[in-house]
Protein backbone atom coordinates (compact mmCIF):
# COMPACT_ATOMS: atom_id res chain seq x y z
CA UNK A 1 0.00 0.00 0.00
CA UNK A 2 2.85 2.22 0.55
CA UNK A 3 4.08 1.61 -2.50
CA UNK A 4 1.20 2.86 -4.33
CA UNK A 5 0.59 5.85 -2.01
CA UNK A 6 3.99 6.59 -2.97
CA UNK A 7 3.34 6.49 -7.10
CA UNK A 8 0.25 7.99 -6.54
CA UNK A 9 1.79 11.33 -5.25
CA UNK A 10 4.71 10.89 -7.52
CA UNK A 11 2.04 10.96 -10.68
CA UNK A 12 0.85 13.61 -9.08
CA UNK A 13 3.89 15.77 -9.01
CA UNK A 14 5.25 14.84 -11.83
CA UNK A 15 1.91 14.81 -14.05
CA UNK A 16 0.98 11.69 -16.08
CA UNK A 17 2.67 11.86 -18.78
CA UNK A 18 6.95 12.68 -19.14
CA UNK A 19 6.19 15.10 -22.51
CA UNK A 20 9.72 14.47 -24.70
CA UNK A 21 12.01 17.71 -24.06
CA UNK A 22 14.02 19.57 -26.23
CA UNK A 23 16.59 19.46 -23.20
CA UNK A 24 19.82 17.27 -23.78
CA UNK A 25 20.30 14.07 -22.19
CA UNK A 26 23.83 14.06 -22.90
CA UNK A 27 24.72 13.88 -19.51
CA UNK A 28 27.50 11.01 -20.07
CA UNK A 29 29.92 10.37 -17.98
CA UNK A 30 33.31 10.41 -19.25
CA UNK A 31 35.54 7.72 -17.08
CA UNK A 32 37.97 4.90 -16.97
CA UNK A 33 37.22 1.32 -16.81
CA UNK A 34 37.89 1.40 -12.93
CA UNK A 35 35.93 4.69 -12.32
CA UNK A 36 33.12 3.08 -14.69
CA UNK A 37 32.98 0.08 -12.47
CA UNK A 38 32.01 1.76 -9.53
CA UNK A 39 29.36 4.07 -11.36
CA UNK A 40 27.36 1.48 -11.72
CA UNK A 41 24.59 1.57 -9.42
CA UNK A 42 22.15 -1.23 -8.45
CA UNK A 43 18.64 -1.05 -7.50
CA UNK A 44 16.16 -3.56 -5.99
CA UNK A 45 12.69 -4.18 -5.08
CA UNK A 46 11.10 -7.53 -4.91
CA UNK A 47 9.16 -7.69 -8.18
CA UNK A 48 11.99 -5.38 -10.46
CA UNK A 49 16.26 -4.88 -10.35
CA UNK A 50 17.50 -1.99 -12.04
CA UNK A 51 21.41 -2.11 -12.73
CA UNK A 52 22.04 1.34 -14.05
CA UNK A 53 25.67 2.20 -16.08
CA UNK A 54 26.55 5.59 -15.38
CA UNK A 55 29.43 5.33 -17.91
CA UNK A 56 26.85 4.32 -21.02
CA UNK A 57 24.20 6.10 -19.67
CA UNK A 58 22.30 2.87 -20.22
CA UNK A 59 19.96 1.21 -16.89
CA UNK A 60 18.81 -2.71 -17.45
CA UNK A 61 15.46 -3.58 -15.90
CA UNK A 62 15.33 -7.12 -14.83
CA UNK A 63 11.32 -8.29 -14.05
CA UNK A 64 11.56 -10.76 -11.12
CA UNK A 65 8.34 -11.72 -10.10
CA UNK A 66 7.87 -15.86 -9.86
CA UNK A 67 6.30 -17.87 -11.49
CA UNK A 68 5.36 -16.05 -14.69
CA UNK A 69 6.02 -12.27 -14.24
CA UNK A 70 2.01 -11.26 -14.56
CA UNK A 71 1.57 -7.55 -14.01
CA UNK A 72 -0.05 -7.31 -10.88
CA UNK A 73 -0.84 -3.98 -9.79
CA UNK A 74 2.09 -4.67 -6.98
CA UNK A 75 4.37 -5.31 -9.94
CA UNK A 76 3.18 -2.34 -12.17
CA UNK A 77 3.38 0.08 -9.09
CA UNK A 78 6.92 -1.19 -8.71
CA UNK A 79 7.62 -1.09 -12.19
CA UNK A 80 6.11 2.33 -12.46
CA UNK A 81 7.87 3.69 -10.12
CA UNK A 82 11.50 2.33 -11.53
CA UNK A 83 10.70 3.77 -14.39
CA UNK A 84 9.61 7.35 -13.15
CA UNK A 85 13.08 7.54 -10.92
CA UNK A 86 15.45 6.26 -14.10
CA UNK A 87 13.03 8.89 -16.49
CA UNK A 88 13.86 11.91 -13.76
CA UNK A 89 17.85 10.82 -13.69
CA UNK A 90 19.28 12.84 -16.69
CA UNK A 91 22.53 10.51 -16.79
CA UNK A 92 20.00 7.59 -17.87
CA UNK A 93 19.66 8.01 -21.75
CA UNK A 94 18.56 4.24 -22.37
CA UNK A 95 16.45 1.24 -20.76
CA UNK A 96 16.97 -2.37 -22.01
CA UNK A 97 13.84 -4.24 -19.97
CA UNK A 98 14.25 -8.30 -19.47
CA UNK A 99 13.35 -11.21 -17.50
CA UNK A 100 15.10 -12.99 -14.83
CA UNK A 101 13.15 -15.41 -15.00
CA UNK A 102 13.85 -18.50 -17.21
CA UNK A 103 11.44 -19.02 -20.47
CA UNK A 104 8.81 -16.01 -20.03
CA UNK A 105 9.52 -12.70 -20.24
CA UNK A 106 5.89 -11.58 -19.28
CA UNK A 107 2.37 -13.73 -18.65
CA UNK A 108 0.59 -10.26 -19.50
CA UNK A 109 -1.98 -9.03 -17.13
CA UNK A 110 -2.51 -10.68 -13.79
CA UNK A 111 -5.84 -12.71 -14.16
CA UNK A 112 -6.18 -12.81 -10.40
CA UNK A 113 -6.11 -9.13 -10.72
CA UNK A 114 -9.41 -9.44 -12.98
CA UNK A 115 -11.24 -12.00 -11.19
CA UNK A 116 -13.69 -12.14 -8.90
CA UNK A 117 -12.45 -8.27 -7.54
CA UNK A 118 -14.74 -5.65 -6.68
CA UNK A 119 -15.14 -2.97 -9.24
CA UNK A 120 -13.12 -0.65 -7.13
CA UNK A 121 -10.39 -2.81 -7.21
CA UNK A 122 -10.93 -3.75 -10.84
CA UNK A 123 -10.19 0.00 -11.48
CA UNK A 124 -7.51 0.62 -9.52
CA UNK A 125 -6.12 -2.18 -11.41
CA UNK A 126 -6.49 -0.42 -14.77
CA UNK A 127 -5.20 2.83 -13.93
CA UNK A 128 -2.36 1.36 -13.31
CA UNK A 129 -1.95 -0.40 -16.83
CA UNK A 130 -2.73 2.77 -18.20
CA UNK A 131 -0.01 4.13 -16.09
CA UNK A 132 2.86 1.44 -17.59
CA UNK A 133 1.76 2.10 -20.79
CA UNK A 134 1.67 6.01 -20.86
CA UNK A 135 4.97 6.26 -19.10
CA UNK A 136 6.74 3.76 -21.60
CA UNK A 137 5.40 4.60 -24.56
CA UNK A 138 6.51 8.62 -24.26
CA UNK A 139 9.39 7.90 -22.40
CA UNK A 140 12.21 9.88 -23.35
CA UNK A 141 14.46 7.33 -22.65
CA UNK A 142 15.42 5.36 -25.52
CA UNK A 143 13.71 1.54 -25.02
CA UNK A 144 14.25 -2.33 -25.83
CA UNK A 145 13.03 -4.91 -25.31
CA UNK A 146 15.47 -8.06 -25.11
CA UNK A 147 12.12 -10.90 -25.04
CA UNK A 148 13.80 -13.97 -23.24
CA UNK A 149 10.77 -15.49 -22.89
CA UNK A 150 7.20 -15.56 -23.83
CA UNK A 151 5.31 -13.30 -23.96
CA UNK A 152 1.47 -12.84 -24.69
CA UNK A 153 -1.27 -10.04 -24.10
CA UNK A 154 0.17 -7.43 -21.43
CA UNK A 155 3.68 -9.06 -21.49
CA UNK A 156 3.46 -8.26 -25.48
CA UNK A 157 2.04 -4.57 -25.05
CA UNK A 158 5.28 -3.78 -22.94
CA UNK A 159 7.44 -4.82 -25.37
CA UNK A 160 5.51 -2.91 -28.00
CA UNK A 161 5.74 0.18 -26.25
CA UNK A 162 9.44 0.43 -26.52
CA UNK A 163 11.19 1.46 -29.18
CA UNK A 164 13.23 -1.85 -30.94
CA UNK A 165 12.39 -5.47 -29.62
CA UNK A 166 14.90 -8.30 -29.77
CA UNK A 167 13.83 -11.53 -29.26
CA UNK A 168 15.17 -15.40 -28.38
CA UNK A 169 14.83 -17.08 -31.57
CA UNK A 170 13.09 -20.75 -29.41
CA UNK A 171 10.34 -22.06 -31.07
CA UNK A 172 8.91 -22.36 -27.50
CA UNK A 173 8.41 -19.11 -26.95
CA UNK A 174 5.52 -17.05 -28.21
CA UNK A 175 4.09 -13.28 -27.98
CA UNK A 176 1.36 -11.72 -29.52
CA UNK A 177 -2.03 -10.05 -28.19
CA UNK A 178 -4.24 -13.61 -27.20
CA UNK A 179 -7.18 -11.56 -25.48
CA UNK A 180 -9.83 -12.79 -27.31
CA UNK A 181 -8.70 -16.53 -26.61
CA UNK A 182 -9.37 -15.56 -22.73
CA UNK A 183 -12.71 -14.53 -24.06
CA UNK A 184 -11.86 -10.40 -23.20
CA UNK A 185 -11.24 -7.61 -25.62
CA UNK A 186 -8.20 -5.56 -26.43
CA UNK A 187 -8.73 -2.01 -25.20
CA UNK A 188 -8.45 0.59 -28.28
CA UNK A 189 -4.83 1.45 -27.17
CA UNK A 190 -3.16 -2.15 -27.20
CA UNK A 191 -4.81 -2.08 -30.74
CA UNK A 192 -3.72 1.19 -31.38
CA UNK A 193 -0.14 -0.07 -30.34
CA UNK A 194 0.15 -3.26 -32.08
CA UNK A 195 -1.22 -1.42 -35.58
CA UNK A 196 1.33 1.24 -35.37
CA UNK A 197 4.17 -1.58 -35.24
CA UNK A 198 3.02 -3.87 -37.59
CA UNK A 199 -0.05 -2.66 -39.56
CA UNK A 200 -4.30 -2.53 -39.59
CA UNK A 201 -5.09 -5.84 -41.41
CA UNK A 202 -2.36 -7.88 -39.49
CA UNK A 203 -3.37 -6.63 -36.31
CA UNK A 204 -7.21 -7.29 -37.20
CA UNK A 205 -6.48 -10.92 -37.90
CA UNK A 206 -3.96 -11.41 -34.61
CA UNK A 207 -6.34 -9.41 -32.50
CA UNK A 208 -9.55 -11.43 -33.81
CA UNK A 209 -7.88 -15.15 -33.16
CA UNK A 210 -5.70 -14.20 -30.22
CA UNK A 211 -2.65 -15.03 -32.25
CA UNK A 212 0.69 -16.11 -30.55
CA UNK A 213 3.47 -16.16 -32.51
CA UNK A 214 6.51 -17.96 -32.65
CA UNK A 215 9.72 -15.64 -32.66
CA UNK A 216 10.13 -16.72 -36.32
CA UNK A 217 6.95 -15.56 -37.17
CA UNK A 218 6.74 -12.59 -35.12
CA UNK A 219 10.16 -11.03 -37.02
CA UNK A 220 8.06 -12.10 -40.11
CA UNK A 221 5.12 -9.53 -39.38
CA UNK A 222 7.67 -6.90 -37.66
CA UNK A 223 5.89 -7.50 -34.69
CA UNK A 224 9.66 -8.04 -33.52
CA UNK A 225 12.63 -6.35 -34.89
CA UNK A 226 15.33 -9.06 -34.37
CA UNK A 227 15.75 -12.41 -33.27
CA UNK A 228 18.63 -13.90 -31.65
CA UNK A 229 20.13 -16.97 -30.14
CA UNK A 230 19.54 -16.51 -26.13
CA UNK A 231 23.11 -16.39 -25.22
CA UNK A 232 23.82 -13.21 -27.64
CA UNK A 233 20.46 -11.33 -26.38
CA UNK A 234 21.76 -9.04 -24.14
CA UNK A 235 24.74 -8.09 -26.30
CA UNK A 236 22.70 -7.42 -29.01
CA UNK A 237 20.53 -5.54 -27.21
CA UNK A 238 23.47 -3.36 -26.08
CA UNK A 239 24.56 -3.09 -29.84
CA UNK A 240 20.92 -1.59 -30.65
CA UNK A 241 20.93 0.35 -27.68
CA UNK A 242 24.26 2.27 -28.73
CA UNK A 243 22.99 2.44 -32.31
CA UNK A 244 19.84 4.57 -30.90
CA UNK A 245 22.03 6.47 -28.57
CA UNK A 246 24.06 7.57 -31.57
CA UNK A 247 21.57 9.66 -32.75
CA UNK A 248 21.55 13.56 -31.26
CA UNK A 249 18.79 13.02 -28.13
CA UNK A 250 16.89 15.81 -28.97
CA UNK A 251 16.01 14.71 -32.75
CA UNK A 252 15.16 11.13 -31.65
CA UNK A 253 12.79 12.43 -29.21
CA UNK A 254 10.60 15.26 -30.95
CA UNK A 255 10.79 12.06 -33.78
CA UNK A 256 9.18 9.60 -31.38
CA UNK A 257 6.95 12.11 -30.18
CA UNK A 258 5.49 12.57 -33.86
CA UNK A 259 5.03 9.02 -34.21
CA UNK A 260 3.13 8.41 -31.01
CA UNK A 261 1.39 11.10 -29.64
CA UNK A 262 -1.64 10.80 -31.61
CA UNK A 263 -2.01 7.72 -29.69
CA UNK A 264 -1.19 8.32 -26.17
CA UNK A 265 -3.38 11.85 -27.33
CA UNK A 266 -6.24 10.01 -27.77
CA UNK A 267 -6.12 7.76 -24.78
CA UNK A 268 -5.37 10.02 -22.56
CA UNK A 269 -8.69 11.94 -23.51
CA UNK A 270 -10.53 8.92 -23.20
CA UNK A 271 -8.94 7.47 -19.91
CA UNK A 272 -11.71 7.87 -17.02
CA UNK A 273 -14.07 6.36 -20.10
CA UNK A 274 -11.81 3.62 -20.35
CA UNK A 275 -11.18 2.91 -16.67
CA UNK A 276 -15.33 2.37 -16.66
CA UNK A 277 -15.28 0.42 -19.87
CA UNK A 278 -12.81 -1.73 -18.70
CA UNK A 279 -14.45 -2.44 -15.04
CA UNK A 280 -18.23 -2.83 -16.51
CA UNK A 281 -16.78 -5.50 -19.34
CA UNK A 282 -14.41 -7.58 -16.79
CA UNK A 283 -17.05 -7.18 -14.16
CA UNK A 284 -19.91 -9.10 -16.16
CA UNK A 285 -20.80 -12.42 -15.46
CA UNK A 286 -20.02 -13.75 -18.63
CA UNK A 287 -16.49 -12.31 -18.70
CA UNK A 288 -15.85 -13.59 -15.07
CA UNK A 289 -17.10 -17.12 -16.19
CA UNK A 290 -14.80 -17.12 -19.62
CA UNK A 291 -11.45 -15.77 -17.31
CA UNK A 292 -12.51 -18.73 -14.78
CA UNK A 293 -12.59 -21.85 -17.10
CA UNK A 294 -8.79 -20.19 -19.06
CA UNK A 295 -7.36 -20.16 -15.22
CA UNK A 296 -8.50 -23.76 -14.77
CA UNK A 297 -7.51 -24.35 -18.47
CA UNK A 298 -3.73 -23.15 -17.28
CA UNK A 299 -3.84 -25.34 -14.24
CA UNK A 300 -4.98 -27.98 -16.25
CA UNK A 301 -2.44 -27.56 -18.42
CA UNK A 302 0.34 -27.56 -15.84
CA UNK A 303 -0.92 -30.97 -14.09
C1 LIG B 1 -9.05 -6.35 -21.28
C2 LIG B 1 -7.82 -6.90 -20.62
C3 LIG B 1 -6.61 -7.10 -21.48
C4 LIG B 1 -5.85 -8.21 -20.96
C5 LIG B 1 -4.57 -8.38 -21.14
C6 LIG B 1 -3.83 -9.52 -20.57
O1 LIG B 1 -2.64 -9.44 -20.46
S1 LIG B 1 -4.68 -10.90 -20.04
C7 LIG B 1 -3.46 -12.12 -19.59
C8 LIG B 1 -3.24 -13.07 -20.73
N1 LIG B 1 -2.14 -13.94 -20.44
C9 LIG B 1 -2.11 -15.21 -20.87
O2 LIG B 1 -2.98 -15.68 -21.55
C10 LIG B 1 -0.89 -16.01 -20.47
C11 LIG B 1 -1.28 -17.26 -19.74
N2 LIG B 1 -0.10 -17.96 -19.32
C12 LIG B 1 0.61 -18.79 -20.11
O3 LIG B 1 0.31 -19.00 -21.27
C13 LIG B 1 1.78 -19.50 -19.50
O4 LIG B 1 1.70 -19.35 -18.09
C14 LIG B 1 3.16 -18.99 -19.95
C15 LIG B 1 3.39 -19.40 -21.41
C16 LIG B 1 3.28 -17.48 -19.83
C17 LIG B 1 4.26 -19.63 -19.07
O5 LIG B 1 4.11 -21.02 -19.08
P1 LIG B 1 4.77 -21.90 -17.91
O6 LIG B 1 4.57 -23.31 -18.30
O7 LIG B 1 6.16 -21.39 -17.66
O8 LIG B 1 3.92 -21.51 -16.61
P2 LIG B 1 2.48 -22.09 -16.18
O9 LIG B 1 1.51 -22.00 -17.32
O10 LIG B 1 2.67 -23.42 -15.53
O11 LIG B 1 2.02 -21.01 -15.09
C18 LIG B 1 2.61 -20.95 -13.79
C19 LIG B 1 1.60 -20.37 -12.85
O12 LIG B 1 1.33 -19.02 -13.23
C20 LIG B 1 -0.08 -18.86 -13.40
N3 LIG B 1 -0.29 -17.87 -14.47
C21 LIG B 1 0.15 -17.91 -15.74
N4 LIG B 1 -0.20 -16.79 -16.40
C22 LIG B 1 -0.87 -16.02 -15.50
C23 LIG B 1 -1.47 -14.75 -15.60
N5 LIG B 1 -1.44 -14.02 -16.73
N6 LIG B 1 -2.07 -14.26 -14.51
C24 LIG B 1 -2.09 -14.95 -13.37
N7 LIG B 1 -1.55 -16.16 -13.23
C25 LIG B 1 -0.94 -16.69 -14.29
C26 LIG B 1 -0.59 -20.24 -13.78
O13 LIG B 1 -1.98 -20.36 -13.54
C27 LIG B 1 0.23 -21.09 -12.85
O14 LIG B 1 -0.31 -20.98 -11.54
P3 LIG B 1 -0.22 -22.19 -10.48
O15 LIG B 1 -0.89 -23.35 -11.14
O16 LIG B 1 1.23 -22.40 -10.25
O17 LIG B 1 -0.96 -21.64 -9.29
Same mark, same amino acid.
Given at each position: ??????? /??????? +?????? #????? &?????? #????????????????? #????? =???? @???? &???????????????????????????????????????? *?? @???? $???????? $?????????????????????? #???????? %??????? %? +????????????????? *????? +??????? +???????? !???????? $? &? /????????? $????????????????????????????? =??????????? &??? =??????? /? !? *??????????? %?? @? =???????? !????????????????????
Amino acid at each position: MALRAAL /RTKCALS +GFLSQP #SSSSR &HGRVCA #STVLAAQQRSNSTSSKI #SVDFD =QSTG @VAVM &HMKSPPVNSLSLDFLTEFCISLEKLEMDKSCRGLIITSSL *PK @VFSA $GLDILEMY $GKSPESCGEFWKAVQEMWLKLY #SSNMVTVA %AINGSSP %A +GGCLMSLTCDYRIMVDN *PRYSI +GLNETQL +GIVAPFWF !KDTMANTV $G &H /RITEMALAL $GMLYSPAEALKIGLVDQIVPEEKLMSTAE =QAMAKWLAIPA &HAR =QLTKSMM /R !K *PTVDRMTSKRE %AD @V =QNFVSFIT !KDAIQNSLRVYLEMLKKRKA
